[in-house]
């Protein structure tokens, strides 16, 4: 017999305590907001799947007051990452030991249960914020005020409760329910391969020099990466002649291992999952009060280790425009930049990590060859220089194209405000600034256009030098020489740290302004 509990009301309810589903919980509960995650199951979900993340993430998790740098969770190994043929040569050689413009490093290592577990334990602590274990959303209808979803319990399936919330986020994974209820259509890149993915904890110090490369052998392209402290990961394709469940066996996986040095001797096999690697996403993310992030929106093989991060932009990207929708700040349109800002830079990622993909997977050995002479002679011309990340574009939305920066994550440099030394973010906070580049006076706005900037909560900061007279002072040149390449003096940023405009002088300063104003809709509403 079906029991039903009266509906219980929250601001935000989120399907999925996955990863992504836990940071937007997180950052909207922490701005005050109520919260509701239903989770299908009542433990973590326990397989190998992410092992690294970006500097972005890094400056992310920064705010919630993870050190990637200083916490014992993670590691960064300095290194550069190598992609090698089945001789050993290098076929390319990318830049994961430097630190990115934003102020952390370009690669960290982590184990993705751990994260999940912190993540959990920062939700429990938010009062505002309540975590549903064990209970699956089967039904969600929404109307013009909000959505109300329908839960059952997933052990007995004899429980069923409602939940309304203005705005229901689907976190809820690749297989996404939310997303299927909301009639999003997926676009799916018919790419698929097959990798064995096996976390492994030697017993001892074991290291594999370099540290973090992939193995580009036609006879079996094998992954080989730290997994977070104490930790290494290896995954190794499938090859078409396989059975995907025999080599998943633990057997077959210690084979496998054998050439690396492993045996149950010296090692244990933590976890081992075959997944199927794809490339897809849905082609619009937000339909009404509903919308989906993460997983849910897009799918990416993760060579490139980027789907996680993408999914936790999702998050920081829907928190402040929920926030400020919720708050009243701005109008409920504004979720329509959220699908268009996010999707294009999604994307990016998707075809950057099939591209690696095509890479790695080649099992022909004639291919395998012509791929190792194109790649060893485009390295050869570039005298053995590393690859480094470009900053990738939002795609269009809350940003002033025309200006040079705009659209791509700020650079953050060290300095010292109001007696902390520390990176800008946590020396002097999160939120949209006028930034001043080395221009001490305070009255860059007109009386106007602070009102209404400050109605965002927005802060104008000058940087500059010690002896500039700025607020803040730079303690390195990052600001600087941001303010040389783009030939700006302001910028202006935006609480998910990406840069909104830069502009050389106050009156192109006020022109972006009213032009960003616009385009959150602020004008619209009343005062
Ligand atoms: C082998 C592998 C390696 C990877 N490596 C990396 C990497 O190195 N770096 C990186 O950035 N990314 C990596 N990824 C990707 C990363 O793991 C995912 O992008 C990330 O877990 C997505 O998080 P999410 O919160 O969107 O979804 P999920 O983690 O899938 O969480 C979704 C949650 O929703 C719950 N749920 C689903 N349906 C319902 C329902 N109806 N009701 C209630 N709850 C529901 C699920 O139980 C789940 O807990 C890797 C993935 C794999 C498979």
Known sequence: MTTSHPASSSDVVIVGAGPVGLLLAILLGKGGKSVTIVEKWPDIYDRPRAVTMDAEVARILATLGIDCDTDPAFENHKELYYWKNADLEDLQIVDWESLAPCGWHVTYWFNQPELEARLITMAKTIPSVTLLRGWTAIGLTQDD????????????????RSLRGQFVVGAD???SFVRDQLDLKVIDKGYFFDWLILDMVPHGDYRTSPAQWQLCDP???????????????WEFMVLPSEDPVAIA?????????????????NATLERSAVYRFQARWAEHWVSGRCMIAGDAAHLMPPFAGEGMCAGLRDAVALAWRLSAILDHTLPV????????????????????????????CIVDPEEAAKRDARMMAELADRDHKPITGDLVKLGPGIWCAETPSAGELSPQGLVLHNGRTDRF????GQGWFVLALNHPDG?????????MFSRLGGRVVSVGPEGSGCDVTTLDTTYADWATETGASYAILRPDFYVAATAPDTTALAGCLSRLFEALGLAALPD
């Open 249 to 265: 066996q633990p057997e077959s996986a210690w084979r496998l291992l054998e050439p690396w040095g492993l045996s149950p001797e």
């Open 333 to 360: 349109d504004l979720l329509k930049s959220y699908e268009s800002e996010r999707i294009s830079h999604a994307r990016h990622y998707i075809q950057f990590s099939q591209d690696l993909g095509e890479i790695i």
């Open 425 to 428: 973010d946590q020396a002097v």
């Open 219 to 233: 006879k079996r392209p094998t992954t080989i990466v730290p997994g977070g402290p104490g930790r290494r990961r």
């Open 443 to 451: 009255t860059v706005l007109s009386p106007a256009q602070a009102a």
């Open 173 to 175: 994974g690749a297989n």
């Open 145 to 160: 005020d909000g959505a109300t979803l329908t839960i059952e319990d997933t052990a007995t399936q004899s429980l069923v």
